[in-house]
């Protein structure tokens, strides 16, 4: 089994420089993920200089790790918005994804991107006849829509259902080799800097400092956040706003495939597909503070695939997604000259897409109907009364019995959680009996990290940054390592 995501197995990125000097340009994008290279495409021809920082390789975080899908069919989510706001709201957010559709296709054609990108039939279904009130207030939204679907009998591949809807012209693509294209478009025009950690954003009078790697600076107009989940608590105070879910991947090979893309309505969400002789099949969407032990995930997807498929997994893969109160994405200005792009809510390629879109236009004052749709500052809605009490008592109480029992109940003798010289420390023994030793607080908000066994990593059950045993950082929001000095 590799433990890596399917998309990016062939490795065909260059490697860009990192920062290595003060600099200053109108717009700093950071993030180098769908967000942040969208942005930065809408913006090459604004006639401002623009940098692109990313903390790893161009492409490798969140977007890097979902399924590869253009789908507007999104479970069943426009009767959700429609209770929360208005029927109006959810039409214009069904506008926003095929438009975000149509300018992907419209960017891989123009410029010849070899992306797999492939036109296909999608499904929702479920296997509780109890969604049928569910689905048929998303049919009645497509009714009114004019959305061309199908009630179907059951689904085209061997797996249990009693309610289906399909409809067409969605798409599946690869996200990763997507991204690269992308970043070849740019970096002509916008200079990129791979391995460059912002570690804060400081206002001034007329422009933002930001701190890269706590040795260099950046001076910035404008900073856009597109970082999958921000880098700083303050302003919008995110992590109370949203929640981290954790989705898992598993892969294996099949001999026959089909241009299809399929995804439950009832919990647990189930996503699959087919990719270049594989089958994606992914499961077990939850909070990030609750069921910690991963391997449980991973014995759960292979189960699944042995009793349906009777095979076993060659890809094992996960992300984290960042969940909103309301079925929208927050994509705008939250301060001065400063936007952020998060809450996707596990839709990514479209959302990541119009974001770059929304976010150019509003830098360059140009309109741009879906502004108001993702402003950060919208109004109330029925869900935001109800999740963000949810939100935060689920990650509360996560990181009180953290902090009163840090030692999970899973841990072999191979891992532990000691003080040493006044600092609760993470110690992980590798097989060559050596100690791997490291703080175990995140410099986030300081909740206690888990030992993650499947990627032997250090991760955070509140907000989700990951850390290397040697405590290098993986994702963020953390911008710090977790080294011990």
């Known amino acids: 089994m590799i433990n890596k995501s399917i998309w990016i197995n062939k490795e065909n990125n260059s490697v860009e420089e990192s920062l290595k000097e003060n600099t200053q340009c109108d717009i700093l994008i950071i993030g ?41 069919m999104q479970g069943l989510i426009y009767h959700k918005i429609k209770k929360n706001y208005n029927k109006e709201t959810a039409k214009i957010y069904l506008e926003s994804q095929k438009e975000a559709i149509s300018e992907v296709i419209k960017i891989i054609k123009k410029y010849k991107i070899n992306c797999h990108l492939n036109e296909t039939t999608s499904y929702v279904f479920s296997n509780n006849i109890d969604d049928e009130k569910d689905i048929n207030k998303e049919i009645d939204f497509y009714n009114d829509n004019n959305i061309d679907y199908k009630i179907e009998s059951n689904l085209p591949i061997k797996y249990p259902s009693k309610i289906v809807i399909s409809t067409n012209g969605n798409y599946i693509f690869n996200p990763y ?42 001076k910035a107009k404008y900073v856009v956040c597109a970082t999958h989940y921000p880098i700083f608590i303050v302003p919008f105070l995110i992590p109370f ?30 996503s699959m597909r087919y990719y270049d002789n594989y089958f994606l099949y992914g499961r077990r969407s939850h909070s990030s503070s609750t069921n910690l032990d991963i391997r449980k995930d991973l014995e759960c997807i292979k189960e699944e695939i042995t009793k349906y498929w009777g095979k076993d997994i060659d890809y094992f ?29 596990k839709w990514g390629n479209t959302n990541g897409t119009i974001s770059g879109k929304v976010i150019s236009d509003l830098i360059n004052n140009n309109k741009n109907k879906y502004i108001e749709l993702f402003n950060p500052k919208r109004g109330i809605s029925l869900d935001k009364i109800k999740n963000i009490p949810i939100y935060n008592i689920k990650v509360g109480t996560r990181y009180i019995l953290n902090k009163i029992n840090p030692h999970m109940n899973y841990y072999n003798n191979n891992v532990k959680i000691k003080f040493i010289n006044g600092k609760r420390c993470g110690i992980y023994i590798d097989d060559n009996n050596k100690e791997h030793i490291v703080s175990n607080i995140c410099p ?42």
């Open 32 to 72: 180098g993920g769908i967000s942040g290279l969208s942005a930065a495409y809408y913006l090459k021809d604004s006639n401002k200089k623009v940098v692109l920082i990313d903390k790893d390789r161009i492409g490798y975080g969140a977007t890097s790790k979902n399924t590869g899908k253009l789908d507007y």
């Open 177 to 218: 080799e997507y991204m690269l294209g992308l970043k070849k478009i740019i970096k002509d025009k916008i200079k990129i800097y791979e391995n460059t950690i912002c570690t804060s954003i400081n206002k001034k009078e007329d422009y933002y400092l930001c701190k890269i790697d706590d040795k260099y600076e950046i």
């Open 241 to 270: 706003k949203t929640e981290v879910q954790n989705f898992y991947i598993g892969a294996f090979k099949v001999k026959d495939t089909k241009d299809i893309s399929l995804l439950s309505y009832n919990k647990p969400v189930i």
């Open 317 to 345: 893969y996960h992300t984290n997604d960042i969940m909103t109160y309301d079925n929208l994405p927050f994509i705008g200005e939250v301060s001065s000259h400063l936007y952020i792009a998060t809450g996707f809510n």
């Open 444 to 485: 986030h908000m300081k909740c206690n990290l888990i030992f993650n066994y499947i990627d032997k990593t250090w991760d955070c059950p509140c907000h989700g940054s990951r850390f290397t045993i040697d405590g290098n950082i993986i994702e963020g929001p953390s911008v710090y390592n977790i080294k011990i000095k």
